[in-house]
């Protein structure tokens, strides 16, 4: 009896350090921020432009992001009667920000 004792309490203290040894491993994969995925398409694409160039594919990426940032409305666009019959909930998003 003693025996199958010993088994358990040994059984749930490699459970435990298991999962603390997971727990630990997970911590340092996390993923960095700022990464985004492309689709692989367009990255080929990207790189065979950033050969020519003799640039990288982030200069590119982030040269287009500039530019998008300058050239886009800072305001939405107004929504139209027609798009808050076809969706209802823009009718809320309406009064929510007649309120901001």
């Not at 199958?4 to 999962?19: G, L, P, V």
């Not at 921020?33 to 990255?43: M, R």
């Not at 940032?69 to 823009?90: C, G, M, R, W, Y």
Request: proline share 5%; aromatic share 8%.
């Amino acid at each position: 009896m003693a025996n199958n004792y010993k088994r358990f309490i040994q059984n749930q203290f490699e459970k435990a350090k298991s999962t603390a040894s997971e727990f630990i491993s997970s911590r340092n994969e996390e993923p960095e921020e700022g990464i985004i995925e492309i689709n692989p398409q367009y990255y080929y694409e990207l790189k065979a432009i950033a050969d020519m160039q003799h640039t990288t594919v982030e200069a590119i990426v982030n040269g287009i992001i500039v530019q998008y940032l300058t050239s886009a409305p800072h305001e939405s666009a107004p929504i139209s009667v027609d798009q808050k019959e076809d969706n209802p909930l823009l009718y809320l998003d309406g009064i929510c920000k007649l309120e901001d």
